[in-house]
Nanobody, 124 residues
Framework: EEQLVESGGGLVQAGGSLRLSCAAS????????IGWLRRAPGKEREGVAC????????YYADDVKGRLTIPADGAKKTVYLQMNNLKPEDTAAYYC?????????????????WGQGTQVTVSS
């Protein structure tokens, strides 16, 4: 059974850092594009970043470039979201998701598997 499990969310002050983890099981990550998405209160879900672990290609949304990175550990079948210099507007439920194939960018509705989400709250 394909499964994605997120962890690492929490409460942090503005300017702080968090690292989210997404552990994959039941499928070969190298065949997929793995993404991090978020849903802020009152807003639509949006893509934050994605990676194709096979070749290391990454994509970042404009408002997170330079602050967030999406490293992957193939041996652990885990994709991370390293978040630095967090802002209150980064407060959201964060989800990881997977889509079969290698893509530079994946639309929100194109992912096939989803994790349950982890909450990130940034206080001002």
């Amino acid at each position: 059974e394909e499964q994605l499990v997120e962890s690492g969310g929490g409460l942090v002050q503005a300017g702080g850092s968090l690292r989210l983890s997404c552990a994959a099981s039941g499928f070969n990550c190298d065949d997929y594009t793995i993404g991090w998405l978020r849903r802020a209160p009152g807003k639509e879900r949006e893509g934050v970043a994605c990676i194709s672990p096979r070749n290391g290609d990454t994509y970042y949304a404009d408002d997170v470039k330079g602050r967030l990175t999406i490293p992957a550990d193939g041996a652990k079948k885990t994709v991370y979201l390293q978040m630095n210099n967090l802002k209150p507007e980064d407060t959201a439920a964060y989800y990881c998701a997977a889509r079969l194939g290698l893509f530079l960018r994946v639309g929100v509705n194109e992912y096939e598997y989803w994790g349950q989400g982890t909450q990130v709250t940034v206080s001002s």
